[in-house]
C-alpha cells in the first residue's frame, strides 16, 4: 500500500511503562521488511530504543564495530538532524539520543526564553519552543515513508509537546493493567488538546491501541469497556496487543525473526498490528486510491 505522502507518528501516552517504545521498536522495524523507508527518532533521554537498535545493527553486522557518532542532541544543536542519521537494517534508520538528551528544555530556554503558562510573552515563547523538532526533521521527511518518534513519560515536556507537534498522526496506546487508561485520556485532553486548539498543530489521533492483554482478565475486559465508552470503539485499533513475554526480550536481543518464539512472536502479533496501522491509514485517507 503507498502512501501519498510521508508520515511522521507518535506513540503517546501521559504515562510510563504503557508500551510506547515497545510499539515504536516493532512497527518500524516490520515496515521496514515490508518495504517502507522509514526512520525511528529517539526523542526519550532515557534512550531504550537507541539500545534495541544498537543490539539489532551489530547483530545484523556482527563484524563491525557499532559507535554512535553523534547524538539527537548534538545534531539539534548543529540544527542539521540528518547528520546523525544511523542505518539499523536495510529500510529503517535511527537517530540515536543518549542521556544528553535530557538537556533538551535546556537548550530551549537558552535559545527562546522561559515563559509559564500566564505569562504574558508564554504563547510568543511556546510557539518558537515547540516547532523545533518538526522544522529539523523537515529536509529529511521526504527521504522516508515513516518516521516514528519515542518520547519519555514526562506529560507536557518538551520532549512530548515537539514529537507531538512534529506527528501527522499520534497512537494513544495504553495498558490494560495499570490506571493507563487515565494517562491516554488525560495525554487526549491537555497535551494533545492544547497543541491543537492553542497553537495550531496539524495533528490527529490515528487510533487507541491498548496493549498487554491478558484473555482471562476481568479487569481488562472492564478497561476496554472503559476505552471504548470514553474514545468511541471505531477509534480503537482492531488488534489489542496481547501479553507476549517474548515482546520483552528486545532490549536484550534486539529485533529479529529468527528462531521459533521470535517468529510466532511477528506471525501473532507484529504483523497482524502493521496490517492494522496501514488499514487505518487507508481509513483516514493517508493511501493512494486502488491500494
Ligand atoms: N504486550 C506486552 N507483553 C509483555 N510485555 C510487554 C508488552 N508491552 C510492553 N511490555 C513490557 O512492559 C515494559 C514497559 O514497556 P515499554 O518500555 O514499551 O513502555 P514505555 O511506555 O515505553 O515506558 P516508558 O514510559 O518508561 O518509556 C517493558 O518491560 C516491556 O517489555
Ligand atoms: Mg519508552
Redesign the pocket.
Known sequence: MKLKRPLTITVA?AK???????ITRYLPFVLAERGYKVLVVDA?P?G?LTKTMGITKQRYEPDKVFVMEKSMMAAVVEQDLGSAIVNVVPNLDEIPSNVDWGSFPTYLAKRFGLAEKGDPDYYEVESKKIVVLKNLLAPIKGNYDFIFIDT??TPASQWIRNATVASDWVIIAFQTQSDSLDGAKLFRDNDLRELIEDFGADTDVLGILP??VSNSGAIDQIVIEDAIEIFGEQNLFQHI?????R??SAPRIGLTREGYWNSRLFNDVIDPLADDFLERLKIVGEIEDGE
Open positions: 501516552n510510563g511503562g504503557v508500551g510506547k517504545t515497545t526519550d532515557q531504550n519519555p513519560p496493549n498487554q496487543i496481547p501479553f507476549a513475554k515482546i520483552q
